[in-house]
Structures are given as structure tokens and as C-alpha cells.
């Protein structure tokens, strides 16, 4: 009798856990619950953002992933609900009964309660807010072209980008390099070296999660491309004319902007507090060293979803290389339990983080190892590039950039519009 | 004095006319006005639709393409009038007086009045059509995976063409191939193999404008594809649950199918009705052998929203080389009549026609010559890289195509949503 493994999200962890799965065909029949169609790699969308990637580029097809995986049926549906007392999910359209479940459902960005900023300063969790984002930085400049006055010609050339993390950093520089570089000669009426983009970050130092060499770094390599950061500069409200900051004395500030990206809070899946478990302060599930619920051994709960916490007391970060640890290890601890053998303990495996700049500007820190430069840059580029699902994504990207590095272009430049019925 | 050259429209017809304006920079100014930001490629909007092609790979960034051209402004905006009679016209934002001017604002497709049809059956116009139709093909065969009762999996795997014109049989052979190649092994629950693809054409063949021998042979391929064409179908209605088709003997049928997509009339600019200018039945307007307008010599218009006439006393059709030549020939007018020298008749010279079935299926005929199959299909690509604008996109282009080709995998399968908020 084989048992029946639910998964929900195809993200990195639910992705590598159906393929651990996959080898188990006389032992497992597993189904695979998305609301999208398609694998993200989300560590390459601000490169949508920013027009340097096409959304296809960066997503793959689960099924297709999957095709090969003939005990994996995969559905695309949203899930409604898990109750973990009699074994069952509900979604939109299907819903089962389950032997075990991994939950490997991700995490969306938070406005600290302050949802209403959204509208003036979209986050960058999905392609469709990616190409948003893309839309209104080009058509910033497009805007721009066209205004007469002067000032508001500078509202439009002013990009805020709140956060220092990665995502924030990356995004900064990639709008920064976009005005300075790829649109140089396009515009008659700007000059696109005039624009400014702002880096809003409420800690002391960009990239708090490196080494504070490397933040510092970080900081200057981003001056040099031209972006200001504002470290210690807390955000206190986000309207359609800008931002308002407060410093760390409390002295107040405005910064007239047409274009703001939030790269700031995560928040984790709603259906965390439905479930009757431990959560932590961030709304996360606490797992055990098992990766499951202490209550539900056969409730798993992976990525950005889980809250594990390392020997040294640490919380394991929310990373893709954390979550294809994750999902391979409560693959396989689904496994040893349905062989009645005892499940064993997770024990991350650091492969380093790294964070991208600009052309040939890059950080990135590996088992106390520390690299900046060229040498990062193309680290990132060669794991990024490595990463990618499916061979075809990775050779299509590697080319767009070895195009875009040529030439300073950037191959996405189009402003889409919201509605397909507006010609 | 410089004369100031206004035009409306970055097709091919428009980014020509600008091209050739470039090279006088001494005797003109240009202002170019599109409401997108891009050119599109339009003859292969149908593979974004059928998740062959990604939008960018079919779209350039007019001001990019143009970047060179320092005589030259692009705006990205709406026409909203022009008044020839005082030589000047307004947009959204910018407005001024012209002294040459030329409409290049292509067309549109016509439901034939039933306008509510378009809910049901988006054409094939924008790449925000495109995707939304790419949406809708990938969202059947999702739905159809879901689903229990066996006559709805039907509905969901029926999929109506009306029209059939290189269009229509474009997107019935592809989405044909999706399903018999691309998707063969990704579904569990269905056999994407069941997939009834149906082209509807009210006339007596598919590919009229081509010789009927050729409109032969390509039912005939579309049929070993397993796609099922009607002639002489007229339809009587569209809505949530299909189609209405009545035959040339007035006899009523019903197709249950859940994705419908328009691939038939079209419909000029709606600026034309406004200039009070002669206009044909389909509402183009008609220019002189000159292509401007009889009543304004320094207003010419140009591709799909002109009525030419041939001394064959047939009119040109709305195809890119009609568009570019026209384009060119209205430049150089512009260029004389500054130059006080006398305009020249147009002349287009036939570069023949092709359509593209699948793979290795195509047909074409130039100058009499007619071809079909792997020699055919060749030609159509090499003829579509070739006129793709940009080096960057053509060899992208050719790279995907090679890549499918090998493989029978399409890139871009991504179900996008509308709303970039919808998490």
C-alpha cells in the first residue's frame, strides 16, 4: 500500500522534495500543490524588475520539471486550508486526504502593518509585481521626457528603494546602472545621468546579514554607481509624492519621488496561523530538528515557512540553498519513517551568501571567506547561472548577460499595460 | 529653418519613415509618438501566444532603436487629435504644429459589431493579448487536469480559432503542436493528445489572399496536425460556453469550448473618422500615388490605415512590407517637397507572401513561385529573423527557435496574472 505525500509550493524546497520523492515509486504517490504554474527563481527577479531578464527566463513550468516524475501529479490550486487532525487539505478545486504533508509554502513581503503604502511602493515577491516595477521605472523616465517642469522632471528621475538588504542593494544599483548606462543616448530632452536613486536602510549598515567589511564594502561601490544610502533612516510614510524619513535623532525628512520599491519586511504564509502550532515572533512554524511539527510528525514544514533553530541558537535564514537542504532532508525523512526507521536530524550545510552590486561589483562570504569585486561578481554569476532549473533557463540567461555586458543593454525594456483589452 | 516632421506611430512603417528622416538632419526635425515604449514585431505575436516567444524577444524599445537618430524625439503618448487644416496635433501630455505629418497608427480587430464577443474571444493585436491568450491555453489544460466530470475535461481541452487568415492558422498549428508535442508527459489525469483544436473560416478557404493550390495544402497539413477547419462557418454567437456556427446552408451547430480566440476582422485607427478626409468602406484612408491625402499634400499616411490602389486597380494589404516601403517612399516625399522638387508615385514592390503552419509546415509564393513544407517553413524563418528589428532579437530569437526545435519544449509556458497585487 503506498502513501500518499502532499506537498504545498513549488518553490526550491517543494521542488527538490518531489524529486527526492520521485525515486520512490513503489513506495510513494505524491501530489504537488501550486498556485502558480511555474517554478520562480527568485533570486533573479529584481533582473526582471530592472529589464534585464524576461519573466520566462526565471520560470519553469512545475510540470514540466516534473514530467520525468511519474508518481507526481501536480495541481495547480490554491490551497484553502490543512488540518493536521485528520490528515487532510482542502484547495480551490482538489482536496485528499494525506499520509504526510510538506509544507514548503514561502513567505511575501510586509509593510509593518502599513499595507496601504503598498499602491505607492510595489514589493518584489512575484514576476507580475516584477514587471510592475519595471513598468513604473521605465515609464519614469518616459514621464520624465515629456515634463516641462523642471521639478517635477526631477520627482520623476528620483528612485527610492527602501531596504538594504540583498534584494534592496541589487535593485538600487541595477536602476542606478540602468540610467547611467543602458539609456545614456535614448532620451533629448533628460539627461539620464541626472537621476537619483536612494537607498533607505532603518539599520547602520547595508547587508547586515555579511561580514561589516563587506556592508562597508557594499556601500561604497554602490556610491560609486552613483546611489546615496541613508543608513539609520526609518520610514514614516509613503504617499504618491515620496517618501518621509525619519533619521536616528528623529529629525524629520521628505524625498519628492514618483518611483518607490520596497525591499523591506517578510512575512510568511497566511495559513501559518490556522494550523494550532507554535509560532515564532515573525509568524513562522517552529520546527523541530526533524522539520516537522512537534505535535504532527507527518506534518513537515520547510524554507521560508519554517523556523529552525541551529545549535549555536542562530534561526537559519530565509535562503534557496536552505530550503533545497530542507526539502531533501524531510524527503527523506518521510522515507525512513514509512521503512519504520527513525527519522534523522537536519543539519544545514553553509553555502555562503552573496549579494550582486553592479557590473563586476559583487560580495559575498563563504566559511569565512570574504570576496568583493570581480572575482564575487563572477561567483554570483557562475551559482546564479548554476542554480537555475533546467538547462535551457541557464543557457538562455547566461547569454542575455554576456549581451547585456557587451553592450550595456538591456533586453526587457517594454511597459506593459495592466489590462490586455486596453489596445 | 528646419521643418518639423511629425509621426504618429512606431510600426514598421512609422520607425522607417524615421529611420530615413535621420539622415537630414540639417533640413528636418522628427517627433515620433507611440503609446507604447516599444516596436513590436507583430508577424510573430502569435508564438508570445502559443508560449513560444517571450514579449521581449518580439519588442524593442522604440527610443533604443533610435538612440542614434539625434534628429529625432520619441515620446511615448497618446494622439488624442490632429487638425490638418491648421497643421498641428495634440496628444496626452505633448502637443504642437507640424509642417509634414505621418500616420502610421495601424489597426485594430473589428468583432463586427459584436463587440461583447471580445470578452470571450480576445484577438491577436497586443502583446497584452498575447499573453492573455497564452494565459487562457495554459489555464485549460491546468483546468482540464483538475477536473472529475469527463464532459467539462472536453469543454476545457476544445479550443476554437475564428478566422482564417495567416493568423488563424498560425495559432491553430500551434496550439495544436503544444498539446500533441510539448505537453505529451506532463499531465497525469489527462492526454493532452485528446486536445480538439478547431479553425473556423466563413469563407470557402483558409489563406484566401494566397493561390488556392497553397490554401489546399495547408488544410491539408493543419488536418495532419489534428486540427479540424470549417469553411464557409459563419459565427452567430460567442459566449461563456463556446461557439454558434451556422453553415452555408443556414444549418445551426454549437461548439462547447472554453477558449475561443479572434483571429479575424480588422479595423483601422479610430483618429480616421475624425480628420474628415475620404475614407474607404473599411474605413482606411485613401491617399494619392504620392501617399498623402488629396486635399493635404503635407499629410501622408502610410500601412494598415491606408487605402492604396494598385494600377491593378487592386489595394494593398496590410503586411510589414507594404508598411516599410510606404514608410520610406513617404520620407523621401517629405525630403523632396522641402527641397522644392516634385513627389514621386509609389510603387510597391511584391515581396510575396508566407504563412506558418508548424514545424517544418509552411506555405509561401513569391512572384509567382509557390512553395510549401520543410522548404517553405525554412524560408518563413529566415525571412522573420531577418526583418526582426535589432541584432540582439534576432539571434535571441533564432536561439529559441532552435532550442524548441530540438527539443519540442516552448519557453515561456507562464500563466501570469492580471493584477500584480494578487499575491
Chains 1, 2 share one sequence.
Not at 561604497?220 to 509624492?241: F, H, S
Request: aromatic residues 10%; glycine residues 8%; charged residues 25%.
Amino acid at each position: 500500500m503506498k502513501k500518499h505525500v502532499v506537498i504545498i509550493g513549488g518553490g526550491f524546497g517543494g521542488l527538490k522534495a518531489a524529486k527526492v520523492l520521485a525515486d520512490y515509486t513503489d513506495l510513494v504517490d505524491v501530489t504537488l500543490i501550486d498556485k502558480r504554474n511555474y517554478h520562480l527563481f527568485q533570486p533573479l527577479l529584481y533582473q526582471v524588475a530592472t529589464a534585464g531578464l524576461s519573466p520566462a527566463d526565471i520560470a519553469t513550468p512545475i510540470r514540466n520539471v516534473l514530467s520525468d516524475a511519474k508518481n507526481v501529479t501536480v495541481y495547480m490550486d490554491e490551497i484553502k486550508s490543512v488540518n493536521p487532525q485528520i490528515n487532510s487539505f482542502e484547495a480551490g478545486t482538489v482536496s485528499s486526504k494525506y499520509d504526510y504533508i510538506i509544507l514548503a509554502c514561502g513567505a511575501t513581503h510586509s509593510y509593518f502593518g502599513k499595507d496601504h503604502w503598498e499602491e505607492f511602493a510595489p514589493g518584489l515577491k512575484t514576476l507580475e509585481m516584477a514587471t510592475e516595477i519595471r513598468r513604473r521605472i521605465l515609464m519614469a523616465f518616459e514621464s520624465a521626457e515629456k515634463e516641462a517642469d523642471k521639478n517635477r522632471q526631477k520627482e520623476w528621475l528620483t528612485f527610492v528603494v527602501v531596504g538594504g538588504g540583498p534584494t534592496g542593494v541589487e535593485m538600487a544599483g541595477a536602476i542606478s546602472e540602468i540610467a547611467r548606462q543602458t539609456m545614456e543616448a535614448d532620451f533629448r530632452n533628460i539627461d539620464p545621468k541626472d537621476t537619483r536613486v536612494i537607498l533607505i536602510e532603518a539599520g547602520k549598515r547595508v547587508l547586515a546579514s555579511f561580514n561589516e567589511t563587506l556592508s562597508i564594502d557594499a556601500k561604497a561601490d554602490l556610491k560609486n554607481l552613483g546611489v546615496e544610502v541613508l543608513n539609520e533612516a526609518r520610514v514614516t510614510d509613503i504617499n504618491a509624492n515620496g517618501v518621509a524619513l525619519a533619521d536616528a535623532a528623529g529629525v524629520e525628512q521628505k524625498i519628492a519621488s514618483k518611483t518607490v520599491v520596497w525591499a523591506a519586511g517578510v512575512r510568511p504564509s497566511p495559513i501559518n496561523a490556522t494550523l494550532n502550532v507554535p509560532l515564532d515572533k515573525a509568524g513562522r512554524i517552529i520546527v523541530s530538528k526533524k522539520l516537522s511539527v512537534e505535535s504532527y510528525p507527518n506534518l513537515f514544514v520547510i524554507g521560508d515557512q519554517a523556523h529552525f533553530d541551529e545549535p549555536d541558537g542562530k534561526v537559519l535564514p530565509g535562503l534557496a540553498p536552505v530550503a533545497i537542504q530542507m526539502g531533501k532532508h524531510a524527503a527523506k525523512n518521510i522515507i525512513r519513517l514509512i521503512k519504520n526507521e527513525a527519522s534523522l536530524d537536519f543539519k544545514y550545510v553553509d553555502k555562503g551568501q552573496m549579494a550582486t552590486i553592479g557590473r563586476k561589483l559583487a560580495v559575498m562570504e563563504f566559511k569565512g571567506i570574504k570576496a568583493r569585486g570581480t572575482f564575487a561578481w563572477l561567483a554570483w554569476l557562475f551559482v546564479h547561472i548554476y542554480y537555475l532549473i533546467g538547462f535551457k533557463n541557464r543557457m538562455f540567461v547566461m547569454m542575455q548577460w554576456t549581451w547585456s555586458y557587451i553592450t550595456f543593454n538591456r533586453g526587457a525594456r517594454l511597459i506593459t499595460k495592466k489590462d490586455w483589452k486596453d489596445f
